[in-house]
C-alpha cells in the first residue's frame, strides 16, 4: 500500500509492507504524531491504539527509512539510523522513500495518510 507521509512540513512517498500488521496500521490512518527521539537510532510516537500483531511477519533488522511498531510498548518507530539486531518485538510496517537521514533524525512531527 502506498501512503504518504509529511515530515514536519516535507511529503515524502512511503509504502507499507503487506502484511496483517500493517494493514491493522492502515485502518488507523491518517495520523498525526509528535516525535521523540530515541537511543539516538530512532523517532518514536504512540499511535491511538496498540496493533493487533498475530500475522505477524519474521523478523527483520530495521534500516534507515524503515516505518516499525514495537509491541511491547505499543510504539511507532522511524528509524534514521540502521538498527543493530532484528527482534521479534518490532515488527516492519514499511519503508519511506527519503535519504535524508539527517532530517529524519530532527522530525518533530509526522502525518500519514493514504497516497493521493
Given amino acids: ?3 504518504q507521509v509529511t515530515i514536519d512540513g516535507q511529503p515524502v512517498d512511503a509504502r507499507l509492507n503487506d502484511n496483517a500488521v500493517a494493514r491493522d496500521f492502515a485502518s488507523l490512518l491518517p495520523l498525526s504524531l509528535d516525535l521523540e527521539d530515541f537511543h539516538q537510532t530512532e ?3 504512540y499511535p491511538p491504539r496498540k496493533l493487533d500483531i498475530s500475522g505477524a511477519p519474521d523478523p527483520a533488522a ?3 527509512g524503515d516505518l516499525a511498531y514495537y509491541a511491547p510498548w505499543g510504539n ?3 528509524f534514521y539510523r540502521d538498527g543493530d539486531s532484528a527482534s521479534a518485538d518490532l515488527i516492519i510496517l514499511g519503508h519511506i522513500d527519503d535519504r ?3 532530517r ?3 522530525a518533530e512531527h509526522i502525518t500519514i495518510e493514504p497516497a493521493p
Avoid: C, G, V, Y
Fill in 100 to 102: 535524508d537521514t539527517e
Fill in 76 to 78: 511507532l518507530a522511524l
Fill in 43 to 45: 523517532r518514536i510516537a
Fill in 62 to 64: 530495521p534500516k534507515a
Fill in 1 to 3: 500500500m502506498n501512503i
Fill in 104 to 106: 529524519l533524525a530532527n
